[in-house]
């Protein structure tokens, strides 16, 4: 018995062992062909199992597949290997298989100014040498750029010209000139780009004042000078009766027509939270403002009543010593220039009083 | 056609809300579909969005009108409620006047209603309280601008009569039209 079961065990190990060799070993008849480097297998065999029409035959397509991928692994761990952080790793060949482009062919670009004068003119770029031998410093220096052979920006001595004025800077004149060369050529550089991609440039067209220039063409440039500062026209004043320009503000954005249904629902919905909950605090708000202006608007009537009825001598001082006590005490939440005025004009009437009584009728009418 | 931007709901909503108070949430959210408001030339166009997505199809110029018109911008940018959201706002009611069917006839041709051709109203009206106007068969049948003057609590010089409510015109019909 349990020899048999022994027996069993042994035989059953080497049917184990034939069915893992079969899974290995695949039997193609033609061989694939292999690009190591892009992990590609073709298969060049006819597809006989599968040329029945109908539904899909999932377990066959399987099937395939599997082989093809196991003669690709097989072919996989035959490639020498790397040991990179404790992983081994296959170092693959170069790709074979020549894969299309990605992107289209980019067109070709516009000639620049120069190309096509160049080409008119028949003019072939001259090969010319790297390094040019500077006899100042001594070296063989590059022809252009960072310390270049003839920078005469850079000379320590300049002997003024004849006809020049005694007075002007050399120096700085060699430096301006500098600069206005690579600003136009930075300009040239820029049309020659916008012609390539056909935008345009923003250009100063009409603004060069010509003496005979239309009033639209001077409104524009006018416009255009004012927006032309380092805060884009923030802080420029206008004439008296000049009136602000039109359209000159941000257009505005709308919320798409379809957007978010739920979103628009929900925010709403808020709004409506927030305007119920809101009510009662304006209203009180409101109604005490509303009760001291009336409260100010009694006093004031009283009181002109007052300085009408009584004697002037004596009834200044009365109404003015009520008057002091009286405004201070109305504090909390009010509009602040009805108690400023009346804080300010009577103390003045009470202190002159004989200068001060014309000035008072005056006033009070 | 566009949606209302953040300031124009909240005028909307509060001119709405004067008549149907809380109850303006039940518009906004609906258990039956998603209904929203959409402004296309200045007027407010409350609709469904099944027949929102069949309308985006009409180019702007050619397009009048859709689902319901609940009322207009106008050009300082001031809500004006509208008759023909009147079936939207008169189930949602907080404050209703109901009036005699001899006044009614009167009130439709534009007159104010006499205090004796008031029939019913609802308990607690405040002064100058946006209310919506039934007939006495229970019909809705305005939504007047200026609200109710209410005589009841403060007893002024007596008239022989002291007007009620004031009417607004109905302008608008509720066809949704294409322009050809």
Redesign the interface.
Known sequence: MEGQSVEELLAKAERDEAEKLQRITVHKELELEFDLGNLLASDRNPPTGLRHAGPTQEAELRALARDNTQLLINQLWQLPTDRVEEALVARLPEPTTRLPREKPVPRPRPLTRWQQFARLKGIRPKKKTNLVWDEGTGQWRRRWGYQRARDDTKEWLIEVPGNADPMEDQFAKRIQAKKERVAKNELNRLRNLARAHKMQLPSAAGMHPTGHQSKEELGRAMLVAKVSTASVGRFQERLPKEKAPRGSGKKRK??????D?AA??K???E??RI??SKKPQLDVTRATNKQMREEDQEEAAKRRKMSQKGKRKGGRQGPGGKRKGGPPSQGGKRKGGLGGKMNSGRPGLSGKRKGGQHQGGKRRK | MRPLTEEETRVMFEKIAKYIGENLQLLVDRPDGTYCFRLHNDRVYYVSEKILKLAANISGDKLVSLGTCFGKFTKTHKFRLHITALDYLAPYAKYKVWIKPGAEQSFLYGNHVLKSGLGRITENTSQYQGVVVYSMADIPLMIPVAPVRREGQHLFQQTSFCPVLQLRRAKHSMEVGVKI
């Open positions: 709308f919320q798409p027509l379809f957007g249904f628009e629902k925010s709403q919905l709004m409506l305007m119920n």
